[in-house]
């Protein structure tokens, strides 16, 4: 400036963050606090989001720089984490220094105890997320005081807690009645009785993973159906065996919004109740629900004529199903909005079925045809077949499947 002025004698503090909330990438707020000490200070100040790794002294000097922080991410990966990482004096460290916290990430953190989860509970009275997949060591005990401690929870992730059981459930239907995302993938000791108390107090809840809990039934789900009628977007009922057809009913007649739903392995579910879903959800996105053993032509007729916002459809080793079920397609100027399709083992589809799906779905990124003898890049070749540019095609199992398929 002239004269020699320096900025930071011209602008305060407040003017400089003015200039740093307009900033829309992280990468150009990092470059902010290069400037010099003032400036970083400043931007430290204003950070809302850090994601940490275990070390000596490390989150102490995270809290001093850090004073504002909204989300932490602790979480460490299941391939190259440390025994035992982030521990419960950690933790309680965190509910004294960081007591601002909203959403807090602790997957995979293996050596966590219910200590560290009743720090959590008494100290962050804000949080609105918390994440302990895979922190095996967890029971009711400290997760019942974080539901207790902690009133504003949004979402909770447990997937892998294997101690939990429907105490939990119990406390956060008394606590935590706004809780809109719950995930408890193989959480094997829940019950029915567990999951009609949760839903009588959360009655907001919008996505609800409950894959591999294997004493889940209908009568489960249903109650949730009931219950979070308004609310329901995703219900993840992956290898739950006990369910059946009525769930499939109940869902059906009660949840208007639904847009996703995993029923694969189900194996009870039969071709009436799939259509009545359909019937009743042309707006779905998202259905999972391979292994249903009894699903035939008919269930897939049905959806494609209306489900035509379906995006991801996942029919693999539904071994009834066959070219029937496409031939209704191509016809005209009717479109599906499918972007991925699974029809591994489904050994009475052939090339004749993928080229009339191929005639209406233009928007298609991933076909799974896997261990379907009729359906092999020569015999494509051969049909003259012309997938969509992106559309990536696993004949044999060298290309990873879509993470919405796992």
Known sequence: MDGGACINDSLGDDELRAVLLKLEHDKDKEVFGLVCKRWLHLQSTERRKV???????KLQRLAARFTRLHE???????SRSFYPGFTDSDLSFIATALSS?????????????????????SGLSSLQSLDVSSCRKLTDKGLSSVAQGCPNLRVLHLAGCKFVTDALLRSLSKNCNNIEELGFQGCSKLTDSGITVLVAGCQSLKHLDINKCINIGDVA???????????????????CYKVGDESVLSLAKYCENLETLVIG???DISDGAIKSLASCHGSLKNLRMDWCLNVTDTSLDCIFSVC?????LDVGCCEEVTDAAFLGLGNGDFKLSLKILRVSNCPMITV????????????LEYLD????????IARCEQAGLQFPERCKVNFVGGLAEPDVLR
């Open 265 to 267: 392995g189900c194996r």
């Open 101 to 121: 916290l909203r959403i807090l990430n602790l997957q995979n953190c293996k050596g966590i105890t219910d200590i560290g989860m009743t720090a959590i509970g």
């Open 308 to 312: 035509t916002e379906l995006e991801v």
């Open 72 to 78: 932490l991410d602790l979480s460490q990966s299941v």
């Open 352 to 363: 004749l079925g993928i080229s009339k799906l191929l005639k209406s779905c233009e928007s």
């Open 369 to 376: 045809v896997r261990s379907c003898p009729h359906i092999t």
């Open 51 to 57: 994601c940490a790794r275990a070390g000596p002294h």
């Open 221 to 239: 789900v249903t109650s949730v159906a009931k219950a979070c009628s308004s609310s329901l977007r995703t219900l993840k009922l992956l290898d």
